[in-house]
């Protein structure tokens, strides 16, 4: 496996060593230590002989996998449209990766039937060379076709409209807490996204449970701060609504304490995100 590393490396290819019993790298950056570099190649290989090599997908390659599980009972005939023609690789499960060019996308599959999958940037692959992975249609990565691409990119996203607005429908201090809160998320980089926007669910939960804020509202504003931070655009819509749903649901349980003045209408939190925002 260091042979097919190396060629790879000498290629340009940045390549990292995975376990063989789960694939999981050995790194403890995973595929973000994949490198060109022969002597650290080598050590890994020296350290790890049985590793199997990995290469990450995304913009460090310039393709990403359209990822066939036929263990799942998955086939092209899944599909709308047949697929153009494109490197494709067997997997050991006896599946196929369909390479393709970049393409801006993640790991999430948006709405493509089960069995599929996708490795964007932040994904990685076992490349053909490392046992049961054999190159079938050996030619470069095409373009990806407009609608395969259109079933894994989320739908445009459609904020709430809000209710009009009254100067004084909502007290100073469930005010202060959401925008605090929201404002954080809305801003929030990549990395901690997902951990933030579980917690925000949950503190909004909390008024929700309190009876201090409507959970319909609360499910907008939260979208309207994903969507802000580039989470939707990564993970998908639907990804980011099921963690919006665990953390009110959780939230709801522990409703926070108010003051007796605090128990007022509503707040729009749309128009509160917007002025965020500016």
């Not at 290989?45 to 990403?64: C, F, I, K, Q």
């Not at 970049?102 to 046992?131: E, I, K, M, T, Y």
């Not at 449970?209 to 907008?220: K, M, V």
């Not at 939260?222 to 639907?238: N, T, W």
């Amino acid at each position: 496996m260091l042979n097919l590393a190396l060629s790879l490396a000498t290629a340009g290819t940045p390549v990292f060593p995975c376990r063989p019993e789960n694939k999981r790298p050995y790194t403890s950056n995973g595929f973000k230590s994949a490198t060109v570099f022969p002597h650290v190649l080598r050590r890994w290989w020296s350290d790890w002989p049985d590793a199997l090599v990995g290469m990450p997908t995304g913009e460090r390659t310039n393709v990403w996998v359209l990822d066939m599980d036929s263990y799942k009972g998955a086939t092209e005939a899944d599909l709308p449209h047949a697929l153009p023609p494109t490197r494709i690789v067997r997997t050991r499960s006896g599946g196929r990766h369909f390479y393709f060019h970049h393409a801006g996308l993640g790991n999430s599959p948006g709405r493509l039937p089960p069995g599929w999958d996708v490795r964007g940037q932040g994904g990685f692959v076992l490349v053909p060379g490392n046992p049961g992975y054999i190159l079938e249609h050996d030619m470069p990565p095409d373009d990806a076709p407009e609608w395969l691409l259109a079933l894994i990119r989320p739908k445009p996203y459609v904020p709430h409209p809000s209710q009009p607005y009254t100067a004084h429908d909502h007290d100073h201090y469930v005010t202060a807490v959401l925008r605090s809160e929201l404002a954080a998320l809305s801003g929030a980089a990549a990395g901690t996204r997902g951990t933030l926007l579980n917690r925000t669910a949950f503190a909004l939960g909390t008024f929700v449970g309190a009876g201090a804020l409507d959970r319909s509202e609360a499910e907008h504003g939260l979208l309207d701060a994903a969507h802000g931070c580039g989470l939707i655009d990564v993970d998908g819509e639907r990804a980011v609504r099921a963690t919006i749903r665990r953390g009110l649901d959780a939230g709801t349980k522990r409703p926070r304490a108010l003051p007796e003045r605090d128990r007022t209408p509503m707040p729009d939190i749309s128009r509160l995100l917007r002025k965020v925002r500016a």
